[in-house]
């Protein structure tokens, strides 16, 4: 089959609905795949990834996350022309293209609508949106969700489950399988902090990830750990304000790292906080990523969202009730896996375990296909 994927941006641009986008196009060879996407620059390119073809359109401007262009219809069409494709694969949220599809979509090609997440940041111009997301909904001939949680807690897909089909999304396995020199690796990570157990947290700084309530949880947390924070954004520096603030020498921010030290990080940790609170953490990969590497998370209950899908509570990790006050009940999450060195083995071995046989790219790839088959 002829495939044509839509991503808001592709591959060398680093993000969570891109890199599935990427496995989806070079992982499945029996497939002629190609992308449109924005560039972001002012100029339309087509070039090649791994013998992919990705057309990317100018971008003109950026309005609440989203990318506007004027030579996106035009582009579009070209895309289809050229590439002829049985199935054109849409991945949402992304509602400017969608206003352009509807122009240029052939009657015959299939639409596989790629459902990663509701609109909920940019709720105030959800109106204007609105009537193109019905439209999308309407003209799929398969809507594809990541856990079987989204698609019960979507509000825009409850007349349409009959449509649904769950995919999960993926991790690449292979960037988390320990290598030669690892183990020093680790060992020197664990040094750095005079061998206390490390409470680890990888991820964009935004307000959805909740990362005050991991620096708040600090002032209540008896064991004597320390709390590393990974990443970088928009909140660093108020984060960093907030941590200062409370005085604490416990917190440590260690910013981006590379593949190889985010791994055995990773491997170093004792627990993986993951404290994201809305809807907008609709799967969890870099959760999925800590698992693999036997590393049990605290993860707080959202409601429609697959974080509590790839984190079982009781099995995998703990579940946190978003009930009371958020910051001491996570931080007496976070003390008991850290105290409770028999009840963390067990967990960290069941989140490996779960991740291995439910969240590789090879799990995505053999559902997506089976999608493709029935279309």
């Known amino acids: ?34 992308v449109v996407c924005f560039n972001n620059q002012r100029e339309n390119a087509v070039d090649e990834i791994n013998g992919h073809r990705i057309y990317r359109i100018a971008t003109f401007v950026n309005i609440a996350r ?52 509701d609109i909920i940041r940019q709720w105030y111009l959800y109106w204007v949106v609105r009537p193109w997301e019905k439209w999308i909904i309407k003209r799929a001939d398969c809507i594809v969700v990541t856990s079987p949680q989204y698609r019960d807690g979507s509000k825009p897909l409850q007349k349409v489950k009959e449509k649904i089909r769950i995919v999960p999304n993926a991790i690449d396995e292979k960037l988390f399988e320990l290598r030669i020199g690892d183990k020093e690796r680790i060992q020197e990570i664990r040094a750095l902090y005079n061998g206390k157990p490390i409470v680890f947290f990888m991820g964009r700084h935004t307000k959805y990830k909740g990362l005050p309530h991991l620096i708040e949880a600090e002032q209540y947390m008896k064991s004597d750990c320390v709390i590393v924070i990974g990443g970088k954004g928009p909140l660093t520096k108020r984060l960093k304000a907030l941590a200062k603030k409370r005085n604490s020498a416990r917190i440590h921010f260690v910013g981006r790292l590379s593949e190889d030290d985010l791994r055995c990080y990773l491997y170093a940790a004792s627990v993986f906080a993951f404290p994201s609170v809305t809807k907008n953490e609709a799967f969890g990969v870099a959760l999925a990523e800590a698992m693999y590497c036997y590393t049990p998370a605290v993860t ?43 009840l963390q083995k067990e967990y960290s071995k069941a989140a490996h375990k779960r991740v291995a046989e439910n969240f590789l790219i090879g799990h995505m790839v053999d559902a997506m296909e089976k999608v493709y088959q029935e279309l």
């Open 1 to 34: 089959m002829r495939i044509l994927h839509i991503s808001k941006y592709y591959f060398p641009y680093l993000g969570g609905v891109e890199s599935i986008c990427k496995y989806l196009v070079e992982r499945m060879p029996k497939h002629i795949t190609s």
């Open 66 to 117: 989203q990318a506007l262009s004027l030579s996106y219809k035009n582009g579009l069409r070209w895309a289809i022309l050229t590439e002829k494709p049985d199935v054109i694969q849409f991945h949402w949220a992304n509602p400017f293209p969608a206003i352009l599809l509807r122009l240029v979509m052939p009657k015959d090609v299939k639409l596989v609508l790629h459902w990663h997440m």
């Open 300 to 342: 707080f209950t959202i409601e429609g969202s697959g974080v509590n899908w790839v984190n079982l509570n009781g099995i995998t990790g703990i579940e946190v009730s978003q009930k009371g006050n958020l910051n001491q009940v996570y931080a007496e999450a976070l003390d008991k896996l850290v105290r409770d060195t028999s």
